[in-house]
């Protein structure tokens, strides 16, 4: 089986933390994302649920937005901003 070269970029401390966790299961990196393609490929879908993170939803930015809005008009203090409710 010929095999190639395959180049990802990913942030330095993810890829540090990538790497103790696949030694910890015994497996390099290069090991882990072939595991992660054979799965892919075997499945025809990432072989793991992918959501949002609820953060970043429109909902919940809108809702930063018009806390910050009234606390830059001095409608509240930061300590207040949890007390908050969508009806304010």
Known sequence: MATTSVTIRMDEDLKKQAEILFNEIGMNMTTA???FAKAAVRQQK???ELEADPFYS???M???????????AGKWTEHELIEVSDDD
Not at 62 to 72: H, M, Q, S
Request: hydrophobic content about 45%; overall charge neutral; charged content about 30%.
């Open 33 to 35: 994302f072939t595991v």
């Open 62 to 72: 809108e809702r930063l937005r018009k806390a910050v809005d009234g606390l830059n």
């Open 58 to 60: 429109e909902v919940n």
């Open 46 to 48: 990432i072989p793991f």
